[in-house]
């Protein structure tokens, strides 16, 4: 199915929504913001970072003193 089939089939699908809480849920992911890949790779952790605070945690379960 080609985007324009899939966007008019979208389309006529909306108009016949009538449940408030779907319509909701609509407008919310259409007002969402796009993916930041950069904002979140710099939020991001290396792979060893992960490591050592994996480890650290699990140390500090009480179950594994």
């Not at 929504?17 to 913001?33: G, P, R, T, V």
């Not at 939020?43 to 050592?52: H, V």
């Amino acid at each position: 199915m080609n985007i324009v089939t899939q966007k008019e089939n979208l389309i006529k699908w909306i108009q016949t929504i009538e449940d408030s809480k779907i319509l909701n849920k609509l407008e919310s992911i259409k007002s969402e913001d796009t993916f930041d890949f950069e904002k979140e790779w710099a939020r991001s952790i290396s792979g060893d970072e992960l490591r050592e605070r994996t480890k650290k945690h699990i140390k500090s379960l009480p179950w594994k003193k």
